[in-house]
């Protein structure tokens, strides 16, 4: 009987350097809780050496997808392979490969930081781990004191620590930046970027666009619980729309603004609010012509660029 655990290749052929490169594959992945949705028919594949952000709003079945991977729960049809392993036939093996950081971290509250450390490289039987100190100089992390006095950044600099220290294979990232201050966002970003060169594969889930713009070569977009398409980075950047909004001196007509580009229009008393895909240059000689209280330009959220590119009734203007 096949080892199920075993990857099986056939050398030489293209199928076999395509087994290679897939360190992360799905099959019609689909999970419910009761009559509630999960994700259903979930079909994708994370190529080794990539950082491959997983992008979608809250509740759009990003933590629930990793979870699965880390048989941490089962799908209810459909499977999981990682390093070409069966996820849940071979899970101990794989874990032993992976470094992950849950979107919702629990700590041991009364250990210091250092011994909840050594506590969880003593579980994955790796002391010492080669990336610990590392890691704890460049987030300017304190690992002595009690993990109850940090704070909610230092709990996250914590949680990057015990999924990086080990060297993992593979690194899965649910929201990783949660928390942490601009300087150890770009910190945080540096470190995954120095592990794709290290050779790592690195699973990155965000609702944040421009986080995942930043960093990812790939990204699949969610949408409760469908995945609807998997772009190259440089694709995901056309989607983009921007929020201009305008509190002016005196009302202007929301139709001073019906030209080509604007995808969207709302009016509050002097207040209007553009969604603009295209033509900022003609949208600020408009804006120009009206004395202006202030104004703020924006990326629009993600639920704003679903319904533009992905509804089947994109933006309307005036509504």
Known sequence: ???????????????????????????????????????VEINLEVREGEIFGFLGPNGAGKTT?????????????????????????CSSEIKRRIGYLPAEFGLYDNMR????????????GRRP?????????????????????YSHGNKQKLAIVQAF??????????????????LMQQEFYNLILEEKQRGKTIFLSSHILHEVERVCDRAAILKEGKLIAVHEISEIRKFRLKTIEIDFKEDVPSETFRVEGVRKIEKHGKTVRLWLGSGINE?????????????????AGLEDIFMEYYSDTPMQDGK
């Open 113 to 124: 930081a250092d011994e909840y450390l050594d506590h969880i490289a003593a579980v994955r």
């Open 283 to 299: 949208i600020l000689r408009l804006i120009s012509s009206h004395p202006v209280e202030n104004l703020v330009v924006q990326d």
């Open 65 to 89: 997808t990793q979870r699965i991977f880390l048989d941490l729960i089962r799908p209810t049809r459909g499977q999981v392979f990682i390093f070409g392993k069966d996820a849940h036939r």
């Open 1 to 39: 009987m096949r080892n199920l655990c075993s990857s099986v290749f056939i050398c030489g052929s293209k199928i076999c350097e395509l087994q290679r490169l897939m360190i992360i594959r799905t099959e019609s992945l689909t999970k419910y809780y009761g009559n509630a949705r999960g994700v």
């Open 165 to 182: 220290m080990h060297d993992p294979e593979l690194l899965i990232l649910d929201e990783p930046t949660t928390g942490l201050d601009p």
């Open 129 to 149: 781990c080669p990336l610990r100190e590392k890691l704890v100089e460049s987030l300017n992390f304190d690992p002595s004191r009690h993990i109850k006095t």
